[in-house]
C-alpha cells in the first residue's frame, strides 16, 4: 500500500507559474507526484460539485484559498511522503484576496471564480411574501431589528477524512474504503468521473469517527487517491491531519444576517423580514436539496404565529474553504432558529416582557397542525406550550427570576436564555428534493433467514447514532422478534440499497421508515404463509403480540421464526405468492418530520474578566416516538454542548489576506467536560402523523436549539449593562468588549 | 500529516553526558525531556533540530524538597508533580493555582518543569509564577553551575540565559514568614493558553507590604514581571486602594498584542483586573484568612 | 534505531527511526490500533496510552523514549486481572451499559484514563471525573454518558480500599515522588 500527502496553497489567492515535482520524485521513497497538469490529461483535475458548480481537486490555473490542494504525493510510506511535499518548488503569483464577504459584490472586488460569468455572486433566492410582508412591517406598532451574524464555524468529528483507493486494473474495479456519510451517491459520483460503471465500484464506509456532515461531501483528496490508484496500479491510503481537515473540508454557517421582527404592541408577532449574506467559500460545495441554493432557511418564521415573512439570500464566493451546509444545521435551519430566536428575545425586552411569556403567547397552537408557515413549510404535528411549560417547570424559571434579581442586587450576573425551535428533517419528498438530480427516497432490504434471524440492508450509514440499535429495534417490533435476531447491514455499497446516505437527520424519518415498510411488507407475506399453515384464510388471522393468531381462537398462533422455516420449505404456497420472507422497500417521505424543543440555558458571566460559565442547560425534546430513549438522549446531549462551544468558543476566522487563523485545535476550541453542565433532559411526544412509526429524527435538534439558548442567556446576563446584542462566539474578550460598547452608547 | 522532520537522537546518562553531547552536536541539538513543548514544535516543523538528547533516563532530577529555607525542584519534575506536591502547595498556592490551569491532566503528566521554563513561551504560566516568586534558576554548564534569579531568566520570546552547551537543574523558591501567593488566568477554555494572566506573591510585616512579587503571562511584560506596580506596592499599607493603583500601573507598563485572543485594550483591562484581584487574594492567604486549597 | 517497548506485557523489538510518533509505532509498527489520533497539537487526547503506568499523550512522545518503558493500550485492558470475570475491565462493562460511546473514536483514551483515575481515586466525584477528562475531546456525547459510564465503572468496582496491589517502580528511581492521593488498584 502507498500513502498519500496533499501540497496545499499558502496563499488564498494567486495564480500558479509553475509547478515544479522533480526534485519531490527523485526522493527515494516516492512513487509518483500528480500535479494538476497531470490529472488534466485523464480529465480529473476538476471535479463537480453536489450543487452543479465545479471545484478543482488539483489547482491548475489559480490557488482560491489557503490550504486549497496543489498536488498529490505517493510514497511507501507516510512521513516519507510528508518530508516529499517539501520538495516540490510551486511558484505563486499573489493575487489580492476576498476575505471579507460582505465586500464580495462591490465593483472593485477581486473576482474569487474567472472561470465563472457570475462574478462573486453565486444566487439571489428569495421565498415568501414581499408584499404583504412590507404591508405588515409598515402597519406595525413594533419593529425590531438587528444585524447578526453565525459565524463560520466547523463540524470537526475527531476521526479526520481520509480514503484507501484501490483501482484494480485487470478487472476494472475500483474499491474506495472511505469516510463517507453517503457512499451510494459518492458511488454515482465517481462513476461519471472516472467513467467506471457503478458496479464495478465499490464504497466500503465502515465505522466511521464522527461525520456530523463533514462526510458527506467528495474531497479533492479522495479524487486525488484514485487517480493515484489508477496510476500506480497499487492501493492509495490517504488520511487527512487535523489542520486539513479544518482549513480545507466543508465548513459550517456563515451567515451575514439582517432580521427583523414586527409586533402588535401587546407582543403578537405580525411578520419577520430577513437579508442574508451567504459566504460560500471558493467554491460552491454545499451539500443540499439542488432547489434549495439557501438550504431550509426559509423555515425562519419558527415555532410561531405569524402573518407573512420574506427573506432574501445572495450567496456569494471569497477566497476561503468551500462549504458552508455541515455541523448538523439541518439545511440551513440552524441559521434560521438562531435568527428567530434572537429577534424574539430581542422583541421581549424592547417591550419590557418575559422571554417565556412572550413565546408562550405566540406559540403556535396544537389545534392549529399540520400548519403551513407563510413561507410555505406544513409542520406536522406539535404540542409546543405543552413542551414550554415542561421546561419552565423542570428549570424552576420563576425561582431562577427571582435568583436572578437578587444577584444583580449584588452586582453578580447571570442570565436565563431560552430557545424554541421547530426544525424540518428527513429531506425528502422527491417531488421537490433531489442532490445531483437523486431523488432523496431510501431503500431497505429485509431478509428473514430461515431460521428466523433477520438481516437488515439499509442504505444510510452510522457514524455513532446507534443504527445498529434503532434499526434493529424497528424490524424487531414489527416482526416480532428479539434485536439481538436483526443485523443491521450499512456502509457498502456492494452490499445495501440505493439512497441518499446519513445527513439532515434523515435517517429515522427515511431510511428507518423504509426498514419498517419492508417489515411490514415481511409480515404480511407472512400472514399468507401463515394462512397456509394454520389452513385458515388470510383475512382470519390477526397480529397479535408478535404473532399471527387466528381470530377468536389466539392460541393457534406462529411467529415469524416458524412461518420463515416453513416459507423456505417446500410448502406449497397460493398461485402469486413467492416464497422466501424477503422484502425491499424504496421509501419516498411524503414531507419532512419537524421535531420541536423547547430549551434554557443558564449562565453566570463575570462582566470584570468578560469569562461566561454555563450552569444549568434543560432540553425539552419533541421528536415524535423515541425509538430508543437512550440513544435519543445521547444525541441530544451532544447538540447541548455544541451550543456551548458555538456560542462561546467555537469560531474559523481569517486574517485580512485570508490566512486561516483557526487551523488547529489550539485555536478551533471545542468544548471540554469541564464547559459543559450536567444536562437536564426532558421531553414530550407528539407522533409524526406520516411517518410509519410516527417518528422524528433527533440528530441535529440540540445543535439547532442550543446556539441562541446560550446567547440569549449572556444577553440577559448583560442586560444591567445595556447590552442587547452580542455576536458568537462570545468569547472573554467579545463580551468585555460588547459590555464597554454599550456603556460607550449610553 | 503533521510529523517531525529526520533527527538524529542521543540518550544521556548524566548531566556531564549531556552537556558534552550538546556541546559536541551545537548548534543543532536540542534536550528533549518531556517534550511536550518541543515535539509539537517539531511535528509543525516550526523547530526541526539536528539531535535530541534524551535526559528522561538522568536519575536525581525529578524531586519537589523542602531543604533549610528553600524549596527545590529538580527541572524533570513534571506538572503533575508540582501539582500533587503537598509541601510546594502549602508555601507556595501560587503554584497550585497555576498548575491547576496549565494545559490538562495527562499534557501535566509527562511535561517537565524544566522543559517548560526553557521553552520560554510568553504565554507559560509557570514563568511568571516563578517570577513572582523571586526563584532562582541553576544552570550547569561545561565550568560548573551558576545561579540565575528567575527575573532575569527570560530575555524574550522563546529565549532563556541558558547557553548551547547548558542546562536547567534546578529551581530554588525561597520560603519566608507571613507570605501569601495567588494566581489567574482568563482564557477563551479550559486548557488553553492564556488571554492574560497574573500571579502575586507578597510578604507582609503587620499590615505593610514588605516584600511582593507580580507575574504577569502573555502580556509583553518584561521578564515575566510588573516590576513598576512592585515597586509602588513596597512599604505601602495592604488594602484596595493600593492593590486597585498597582493593578493601573501594571496595566499602563504591559505591553500586549491584538491577536486571536483578544484586542490589546482588553489585555490591559484584564492585567489591572487580575493583579488587584490576586493582590486581594495573596494578602489574604498571608494574613491566613483562606485555606491556600480554595480557589483565589 | 533498535527500541525494545513491552506493550501490554509483551515485548516488541523494532528498528525505527527517532522521529516515529509513538501513536504511529503503536497503531502502524505493531498494529494496535486501538489507539487513535484526532489533532495534530496534542489537544484531542485521541491518542491516550499508559508510559509507564502513567497516562500520555503518544502522538506527543517518540517512540525512541518509551524504549526500555512499558506502554499499555486500550487493547491491554480487558486482560488485566478483573473482577466477575467477564473478561472485561470494569470500565470497558460501564461504556457499553451506560452508553458512554457513539463513534467510538474517542473512546480508548477515554478508557485508559479513568482507568487511571479509578485506580488512584476509587471514588470519584464527578467534577473528579471531569476534570480528569478535561484534555481530552468528544465529539459525540457531550461527555454526560461518559461521565455516567466512569461513576458507574467505580460503583461497579466498589472493592476493598485497603487491599493494595502492586505498584511498579517510579521511573526515575532516584529521589521520592510526588504522593498521590488514594491507593493504588490494580
Not at chain 2, 119 to 125: F, I, M, V, Y
Not at chain 3, 152 to 157: G, T
Request: aromatic share 6%.
Amino acid at each position: 500500500m502507498l500513502h498519500g500527502a496533499v501540497l496545499r496553497s499558502p496563499l488564498a489567492h494567486a495564480r500558479i507559474v509553475s509547478v515544479d515535482a522533480s526534485a519531490a520524485r527523485a526522493h527515494p521513497k516516492v512513487v509518483a507526484v500528480l500535479t494538476g497538469a497531470d490529472l488534466d490529461e485523464r480529465g480529473m483535475a476538476w471535479m463537480p460539485t453536489l450543487v452543479g458548480d465545479v471545484q478543482a481537486v488539483l489547482a491548475t490555473d489559480k490557488v482560491r484559498f489557503q490550504g486549497q490542494e496543489i498536488a498529490f504525493v505517493v510514497a511507501t510510506d507516510r512521513y516519507a511522503a510528508r518530508d516529499a511535499l517539501e520538495l516540490i518548488a510551486v511558484d505563486y503569483e499573489p493575487l489580492p484576496p476576498l476575505i471579507d464577504a460582505t465586500t464580495a459584490l462591490e465593483p472593485d472586488a477581486p473576482t474569487v471564480r474567472d472561470d465563472l460569468p457570475g462574478g462573486n455572486r453565486i444566487f439571489d433566492w428569495s421565498a415568501g411574501d414581499k408584499e404583504a410582508t412590507d404591508a405588515a412591517f409598515a402597519a406595525a406598532d413594533v419593529v425590531v431589528g438587528c444585524d447578526m451574524v453565525y459565524p463560520r464555524s466547523h463540524p470537526a468529528p475527531l476521526e479526520t477524512c481520509g480514503v484507501i483507493a484501490d483501482y484494480e486494473p485487470v478487472g476494472g474495479r475500483l474499491t474506495l474504503w472511505s469516510t463517507s456519510q453517503a457512499p451510494h451517491a459518492h458511488r454515482m459520483f465517481y462513476a461519471v468521473l472516472t467513467g467506471l460503471p457503478e458496479h464495478r465500484i465499490r464504497i466500503v464506509s465502515p465505522d466511521l469517527g464522527g461525520g456530523f456532515g463533514a462526510k458527506v461531501p467528495v474531497y479533492p483528496g479522495y479524487v486525488a487517491a484514485i487517480a493515484a490508484s489508477m496510476a500506480t496500479g497499487r492501493p492509495v491510503k490517504w488520511v487527512e491531519d487535523r489542520s486539513e481537515n479544518l482549513m480545507s473540508t466543508a465548513f459550517a454557517r456563515d451567515y451575514h444576517m439582517h432580521g427583523e421582527i414586527a409586533a402588535t404592541a401587546d407582543g403578537r408577532i405580525l411578520a419577520l423580514r430577513a437579508r442574508v449574506l451567504a459566504d460560500h467559500g471558493a467554491f460552491n460545495a454545499v451539500a443540499q436539496p439542488s432547489k434549495f441554493p439557501a438550504g431550509f432557511f426559509h423555515i425562519f418564521t419558527g415555532s410561531y404565529q405569524t402573518k407573512s415573512a420574506y427573506c432574501e439570500v445572495t450567496g456569494v464566493y471569497t477566497n476561503k474553504a468551500p462549504g458552508g451546509v455541515a455541523y448538523s444545521c439541518s439545511f440551513r435551519i440552524t441559521e434560521a432558529v438562531y435568527l428567530v430566536e434572537r429577534l424574539t428575545d430581542m422583541l421581549a425586552r424592547r417591550l419590557g416582557a418575559d422571554p417565556a411569556e412572550l413565546r408562550m403567547r405566540n406559540l403556535l397552537r396544537p389545534e392549529q397542525f399540520p400548519y403551513t408557515t407563510p413561507s410555505g413549510w406544513q409542520y406536522d404535528s406539535g404540542d409546543y406550550p405543552r413542551a414550554l411549560r415542561l421546561a419552565l417547570d423542570m428549570a424552576g424559571y420563576d425561582e431562577l427570576r427571582r435568583e436572578q434579581a437578587e444577584r444583580r442586587a449584588r452586582g453578580e450576573y447571570m442570565g436565563i436564555g431560552l430557545s424554541f425551535f421547530t426544525e424540518g428533517v428527513g429531506a425528502g419528498p422527491r417531488g421537490h428534493m433531489d442532490i445531483m438530480g437523486l431523488g432523496m427516497a431510501d431503500g431497505a432490504d429485509l431478509r428473514v433467514h430461515p431460521t428466523g434471524k433477520a438481516v437488515l440492508a439499509v442504505s444510510v450509514q452510522t457514524q455513532g447514532q446507534g443504527h445498529e440499535t434503532t434499526f434493529a429495534q424497528l424490524v424487531a417490533q414489527e416482526l416480532g422478534l428479539s434485536p439481538n435476531d436483526v443485523e443491521v447491514v450499512h456502509g457498502d455499497t456492494d452490499r445495501t440499497p440505493f439512497g441518499l446516505g446519513t445527513y439532515g437527520s434523515r435517517s429515522t424519518p427515511v431510511s428507518g421508515a423504509a426498514a419498517v415498510v419492508a417489515a411490514r411488507k415481511v409480515r404480511e407475506r407472512a400472514r399468507v404463509v401463515a394462512a397456509v399453515m394454520l389452513e385458515v384464510a388470510a383475512d382470519d388471522l390477526e397480529w397479535l403480540d408478535g404473532k399471527w393468531r387466528v381470530r377468536g381462537d389466539p392460541d393457534q398462533a406462529l411467529d415469524i421464526a416458524e412461518i420463515a422455516r416453513a416459507a423456505h420449505s417446500s410448502l406449497e404456497l397460493p398461485a402469486g405468492v413467492e416464497g422466501h420472507l424477503d422484502a425491499s422497500a424504496v421509501y419516498n417521505p411524503p414531507n419532512l418530520t419537524f421535531p420541536f424543543g423547547a430549551y434554557i440555558c443558564v449562565t453566570d458571566v463575570d462582566p470584570g474578566t468578560g469569562e461566561v460559565k454555563v450552569r444549568r442547560f434543560i432540553a425539552v425534546d419533541d421528536c415524535g416516538v423515541r425509538i430508543n430513549p437512550m440513544i435519543v438522549e445521547g444525541q441530544v446531549h451532544r447538540g447541548l454542548a455544541d451550543g456551548i462551544g458555538i456560542a462561546l468558543m467555537q469560531a474559523i476566522s481569517f486574517d485580512e489576506i485570508g490566512n486561516c487563523l483557526s487551523g488547529s485545535f489550539m485555536d478551533y476550541l471545542l468544548p471540554t467536560a469541564l464547559e459543559c453542565p450536567s444536562p437536564e433532559l426532558g421531553a414530550t411526544v407528539t407522533p409524526s402523523p406520516h411517518h410509519p412509526v410516527g417518528a422524528k429524527g433527533i440528530g441535529e435538534s440540540a445543535t439547532v436549539g442550543s446556539p441562541p439558548a446560550v446567547v440569549n442567556s449572556v444577553v440577559d446576563a448583560l442586560a444591567p449593562f445595556g447590552v442587547v446584542h452580542a455576536d458568537m462566539p462570545l468569547t472573554p474578550a467579545n463580551v468585555w468588549l460588547a459590555i464597554q460598547a454599550a456603556g460607550r452608547k449610553e | 500529516m503533521q510529523v517531525p522532520a529526520q533527527v538524529e537522537y542521543e540518550r544521556a546518562a548524566s548531566v556531564d553526558h549531556a552537556l558534552t553531547l550538546l556541546a559536541r552536536y551545537a548548534p543543532g541539538a536540542r534536550i528533549l525531556a518531556g517534550g511536550h513543548s518541543l515535539i509539537p514544535m517539531m511535528k509543525l516543523r516550526l523547530a526541526q533540530p539536528e539531535v535530541l538528547v534524551d535526559i528522561n533516563g538522568i536519575g536525581g532530577l525529578r524531586y519537589i524538597e523542602l531543604v533549610a529555607d528553600e524549596l527545590r525542584i529538580g527541572a524533570l519534575a513534571r506538572h503533575a508533580d508540582l501539582l500533587a506536591s503537598q509541601v510546594a502547595g502549602e508555601h507556595f498556592a501560587i503554584l497550585h493555582d497555576a498548575e491547576r490551569v496549565i494545559a490538562d491532566p495527562v499534557v501535566r503528566n509527562w511535561g517537565t518543569i524544566g522543559g517548560s521554563l526553557c521553552q520560554a513561551d510568553p504565554s507559560e504560566d509557570l514563568s511568571a509564577a516563578f517570577a513572582a516568586l523571586k526563584g532562582s534558576m541553576i544552570i550547569h554548564g561545561p565550568g560548573g553551575s551558576r545561579e540565575v534569579s528567575a527575573r532575569a531568566f527570560h530575555t524574550g520570546p522563546y529565549e532563556t540565559v541558558v547557553g548551547q552547551a547548558e542546562m536547567l537543574t534546578e529551581i530554588r523558591l525561597p520560603v519566608r514568614p507571613h507570605s501569601g501567593s495567588a494566581y489567574a488566568k482568563v482564557a477563551r477554555r479550559a486548557g488553553d493558553w492564556p488571554i492574560g494572566a497574573a500571579g502575586v506573591a507578597v510578604r507582609l510585616e503587620g499590615e505593610v507590604i514588605a516584600d511582593v512579587g507580580i507575574g504577569l503571562t502573555a502580556v509583553g511584560a518584561a521578564h515575566f514581571v510588573a516590576a513598576e506596580a512592585e515597586e509602588f506596592l513596597l512599604g505601602r499599607a495592604a488594602g484596595e486602594e493600593a492593590f486597585l493603583r498597582a493593578g493601573e500601573i501594571a496595566a499602563a507598563h504591559c505591553r500586549p498584542g491584538s491577536d486571536q485572543r483578544g484586542p490589546e485594550e482588553y489585555k490591559r483591562h484584564l492585567v489591572r483586573e487580575l493583579t488587584a484581584r490576586m493582590l486581594r487574594a495573596a494578602v489574604r492567604r498571608a494574613r491566613g484568612l483562606d485555606p491556600v486549597t480554595a480557589a483565589p | 534505531m533498535k527500541i525494545t517497548v513491552t506493550v501490554n506485557g509483551t515485548d516488541y523489538a523494532r528498528v525505527v527511526e527517532p522521529r516515529l510518533l509513538l501513536i504511529h509505532f503503536l497503531r502502524d509498527e505493531l498494529g494496535l490500533t486501538g489507539s487513535h489520533w484526532g489533532c495534530d497539537t496534542s489537544n484531542c487526547g485521541a491518542c491516550v496510552v499508559w508510559l509507564d503506568e502513567t497516562p500520555v499523550k503518544s502522538c506527543t512522545v517518540l517512540a525512541v523514549m518509551a524504549d526500555g518503558r512499558r506502554v499499555a493500550t486500550v487493547e491491554g485492558l480487558a486482560s488485566r486481572p478483573v473482577l466477575g470475570g467477564t473478561g472485561l475491565d470494569p470500565v470497558q462493562e460501564a461504556f457499553a451499559a451506560c452508553h458512554g460511546l457513539q463513534c467510538g473514536f474517542c473512546t480508548p483514551g477515554m478508557m485508559m484514563t479513568a482507568r487511571w483515575l479509578l485506580d488512584h481515586n476509587p471514588d470519584p466525584t464527578e467534577d473528579d471525573v471531569r476534570e480528569a477528562i478535561s484534555g481530552q475531546v468528544c465529539r459525540c456525547t457531550g461527555y454526560e454518558n461518559i461521565v455516567r459510564s466512569v461513576l458507574r465503572a467505580a460503583k461497579l468496582e466498589g472493592g476493598d480500599p485497603a487491599e493494595q496491589r502492586l505498584r511498579t517502580d517510579p521511573p526515575q528511581g532516584g529521589r521520592a515522588v510526588h504522593q498521590g492521593p488514594g491507593h493504588v488498584h490494580r
